[in-house]
């Protein structure tokens, strides 16, 4: 069990920088999920941790040593990577023991070390299979029994689930989140993607282009995103953003309208804002109300195209000023494309963000 | 274009090959069946007499291995004659062959090798020894090339597989003599072989000051082979770093990061990464080297002409030797089909040995 620090960690590429001056603690036995777009920098911040990166600047410290320039064997550490890495001319047992039989631990403790992995991943009868007889699953399932008999300080998981089909991965994902329970280890894991990040972390960090966006638990995220980036990015179907003018500004709301929204008076929690100025209007699908009435409704459009899923319908509308806005409604509801509708929402639910930049946090 | 008459028109297609066909069955698979045929005729290039088909008289002859037990010469009372340096005195297997009955089957065979057992000695006669000789030289050869050419090989893969500044050019260097004909590169080496004035002997001579004597490594009955096995092998092994090369990019790198975390060392990680994941290339290199090695030719013609005391003979050369040389296709024809069977049974051997047994 360890603690985890990182503080000004930065990586180069030649001239081009890829991770810009990263800092996170991350407490003992927490599960803490990197999210963030493809080449975003979280494999490598995930690798640097592991030791397979070099560290250009910084410190990492676990358990408060600083193991920046320390061999990965030595950091206490294991790994699951995406294409599982086991290695195919070893049989499940030969896998999972691998680091012990490397370490020339005595083969009674090995087999028990092994045999304990196994049972707490329910895999004892594949112990005798070769990886080629192992579905895709079961193949990362060795993986992550490999890292268990390590018994590390750290678990680090790059994008473990990305080569498992969507039932797998759900499956797999429930597994993962158990087996922290379990062990009560540290983890940090890397995805790209939110619905494994808000299921199974403790804290989900943000990053993009090198740089983290926002550190805090899935529902902080959620509810109070730090910027228009971190808003567009966890949900789905993604937020709506609404271009609006600023009518007028009190210390703390703004009254916000456009053609197709009826002036609103909605928090402004992230940027301080003007009167006059053009904004963006943060409103997540699955708070848009339908109304029949067009009059009680406050925004406005045409719908053009209505997907019905049966737990909800997801409704594309396309606004009076011709902007794209999708409403995901609870229940299977129809309706008729080319029809007028309204929504209504509630206001303390609306982000405002400023139209400036794109979005992100940017050094 | 895929519906052009090209590529539907079967005809077409056989037509296109028949010259390749053609080729390949006038100069490959013809003469392969006609060397088993002319191993059972006596068949000579050019010869008056009729062709005469003698079954497997010819391979009796070359095969023919015995190994006889010859007493020491007594003198009336009994005592083992021995001449003035105390050396026990035998009697010559000619004269036995022709006067004892019992070694009347040796007639017209040599010894090829003896040693000394108690009073008596042990002989190893043949009927062909310079057959004998030559399948020694060759199998020799195989020995010490086949595990030398593929070691260096994988060694010199594993050193051009790093990503250095530059490494292409050291992977062309070491490529280069196999873009060269053999014939050429035996012609050089010819050179640095030189017992006079070599480059081998002038770069030991300067490193030693004059210590290391001057070796005529060609001429020398106890350096010959060996001078050539070295020149083979550095002929031959960029060709086989570059299979092992691309084995060795076969394995993906997550697993050497895998055994980094897991704590193995650098020839761990070799030992249990890369070495199964080259299994498949190591077949293939084997067998390639040994078959090219029992092919031995082109060196022996050009540098020793299978001198000095025959210490360089090799099977390949013997067969052309024989056929071409002394018109004696049926005896080069049993030489060929001798060292098909041979090569056959090895890498067959070779391919059961390295079979994979997981599944």
Sequence with gaps: MATLSMSGLTKRFGDIEVIRGVDIDIADGEFVVFVGPSGCGKSTLLRMIAGLEDISGGELRIDDHLVNDMQPRDRGIAMVFQTYAIFPHMSVRENLGFGLTIAKVPKAEKEQRVMQAARILQMEHLLDRRPSQLSGGQRQRVAIGRAIVREPSVFLFDEPLSNLDAALRMDMRMEIGKLHEQLGATMIYVTHDQVEAMTLADRIVVIKDGIVQQVGAPMELYHQPANRFVAGFIGSPSMNFLPVEVQSVDHDSALVASTSLDAVRVPMRVEPLKSGDQALLGLRPQYLVPTNEQDAGQLHGTLSLVERLGSETVVDVNTRENTRLVAAIADDRTFETGTEIAFTFDPNRAHLFSAAGDGALNK | ?359
């Design chain 2, 1 to 359: 274009m895929a519906d052009s008459k090209l590529t539907r028109s079967n005809r077409t297609g056989w037509l296109m090959s028949l010259p390749g066909f053609t080729l390949v069955a006038l100069f490959i698979i013809v003469p392969f069946f006609f060397a088993f045929g002319l191993s059972m005729t006596n068949q000579r290039l050019v010869s008056p007499n009729p062709t005469k088909y003698v079954g497997l008289e010819n391979y009796r002859q070359m095969l023919d291995i015995a190994l006889v037990t010859l007493q020491p010469e007594r003198d009336a009372s009994g005592t083992v004659i021995r001449d003035d340096e105390g050396t026990i005195q035998y009697p010559r297997l000619r004269r036995l062959s022709r006067s004892d009955p019992a070694f009347e089957r040796y007639k017209g065979m040599r010894e090829w090798f003896g040693w000394q057992s108690g009073e008596s000695h042990k002989a190893v006669v043949v009927r062909d020894p310079l057959f004998w000789i030559a399948l020694r030289n060759t199998l020799l050869f195989v020995l010490v090339v086949a595990p030398v050419q593929g070691g260096i090989a994988l060694g010199l893969a594993l050193l051009v597989n790093q990503k250095l500044r530059g490494i292409n050019a050291f992977r062309t260097i070491y490529f280069m003599p196999v873009v060269v004909s053999i014939v050429v590169v035996s012609l050089l080496w010819r050179f640095i072989y030189d017992g006079n004035d070599g480059l081998l002997n002038n770069l030991l001579d300067t490193l030693s000051f004059g210590a290391i004597p001057g070796v005529d490594w060609l001429g020398n009955p106890s350096t010959a082979l060996g001078a050539i096995m070295a020149m083979s092998i550095w002929q031959a092994v960029g060709f086989h770093m570059v299979i092992w090369l691309s084995g060795l990019q076969t394995i993906s790198p997550t697993l050497y990061e895998a055994a980094d975390i897991e704590g193995a060392s650098k020839w761990q990680a070799f030992r249990y990464v890369t070495w199964p994941g080259l299994r498949n290339t190591a077949v293939l290199v084997i067998i390639v080297i040994t078959m090219q090695a029992f092919a031995l030719f082109a060196q022996i013609d050009v540098m020793t002409n299978g001198g000095p005391l025959d210490s360089t003979q090799s099977l390949v050369f013997q067969a052309v030797e024989r056929g071409y040389g002394k018109q004696d296709i049926s005896g080069g024809s049993v030489i060929s089909v001798v060292l098909f069977v041979l090569v056959l049974a090895i890498s067959l051997v070779q391919r059961w040995l390295t079979r994979d047994r997981q599944n």
